[in-house]
């Protein structure tokens, strides 16, 4: 751990190393407590129809 001012560790490096213990190497959260709940069904279904009809990533025909 690099040292700051002769025996006291930089802080700024102490707070990044905890933040980086947080998530694994992909960025995926690795502490259940900091992960968004699930969405519900209506909300999820609702945001996907959205993303289809303003970025015209239209579902296939069938």
Do not use: F, Q
């Not at 933040?19 to 694994?24: C, H, N, P």
């Not at 069904?41 to 239209?58: F, I, Q």
């Amino acid at each position: 751990m690099p040292y700051w001012g002769g025996a006291l560790r930089n802080p700024a490096a102490v707070l990044a190393g905890a933040l980086a213990t947080l998530v694994d190497s992909r960025g995926r959260i690795l502490v259940d407590g900091l992960r968004p709940p699930v969405l519900p069904e209506p909300v999820a279904a609702a945001l996907a129809d959205l993303m289809h009809t303003c970025w015209g990533r239209w579902p296939a025909k069938g």
